[in-house]
């Protein structure tokens, strides 16, 4: 593992899939971090704004290679949609470090028939998976049509795959 820098992150893990970036980086004593949901990205949060460093986090093909957070006087997390089941499969010293932590629209069991999107519906989403099919699903996720957002349908469906291979948290 590496050391932590100044402002207590350390380096994401060395080949570690996990996926960090500052929406807000500005020297703030609190700190915000959210687990973003599936292949939607930051945008959606970029809107986050004041008196808070905004860390984004996504891509959960591996849950290795988290930052470690010090150094903030308040620490939160957000978890929105997968990120709810990331969070929810931290071990628990990490989760621990988070003063206060918000889940908004996800379930620990993000595949399953009752808690999470049931596994007929899951596999027919990872099986169809295309630049097209994604589009489709913006539109769903956002209630209307949406500027064209890439994807990388290979690492989409493999994060699909890690996803559903997890036992419930």
């Known amino acids: 593992r590496s050391q932590p820098n100044q402002r207590g992150f350390a380096a994401i893990g060395e080949g570690a899939v996990m996926q960090a970036r500052w929406l807000q980086h500005n020297g703030h004593s609190d700190l915000i971090v959210i687990f973003g949901g599936w292949a939607l990205g930051a945008e959606m949060f970029r809107h986050l704004t004041g008196p808070a460093d905004v860390l984004f986090l996504d891509d959960y093909r591996d849950l290795d290679g988290l930052p470690v957070r010090s150094g903030y006087e308040r620490r939160t997390a957000v978890a ?11 071990d628990e010293s990490m989760r621990d470090q988070f003063d206060r932590t918000v889940a908004i629209n996800g379930s620990p069991a993000p595949v399953d028939r009752k808690l999470g999107i049931p596994p007929v519906i899951f596999q027919k989403t990872l099986d169809g998976l295309s630049e097209e099919s994604f589009q489709s699903f913006t539109a769903l996720c956002f209630g209307d049509s949406q500027p064209h957002i890439p994807i990388d349908v290979s690492a989409r469906a493999d994060e699909l795959v890690a996803v559903q291979k997890r036992v419930p948290a």
């Open 80 to 90: 929105y949609s997968f990120g709810v089941a990331a969070i929810a499969h931290l």
